[in-house]
Nanobody
């Protein structure tokens, strides 16, 4: 069974930074396109950053230049460094593969205050 365990969210002021972590089942980590998604209330999840097995990265326009995705292949952990956070980044953040699997983690809440 594939598992995703997100952590690192919290409350931060606008302009601040957070680093999210996601522990992922070893069996899929090194062979999958891994991604961070976020979900606004009442909206579907959308990916914001992705990393392929060769560590080529891609970002949604809304976070480009502010968020950095990285992978620790030895520990099977996916990271999302979020800098210059804005109130519009307030959401629940999840990790999963692309295409996404049916099992999602609990997510981690990021709240950015003005």
């Amino acid at each position: 069974q594939v598992q995703f365990v997100e952590s690192g969210g919290g409350l931060v002021e606008s302009g601040g930074s957070l680093r999210l972590s996601c522990e992922i089942t070893e069996s899929i980590f090194s062979t999958s396109v891994l991604a961070w998604y976020r979900q606004f209330p009442g909206k579907p999840r959308g990916w914001v950053a992705r990393s392929n097995p060769a560590e080529k990265t891609d970002y949604a326009d809304s976070v480009k230049g502010r968020f950095t995705i990285s992978r620790d292949n030895a520990r099977n952990i996916l990271y999302l460094q979020m800098d210059n956070l804005q109130t519009a980044d307030t959401a629940t953040y999840y990790c999963n593969t692309i295409p996404s699997r049916m099992d999602w983690g609990q997510g981690t809440q990021v709240t950015v205050s003005p």
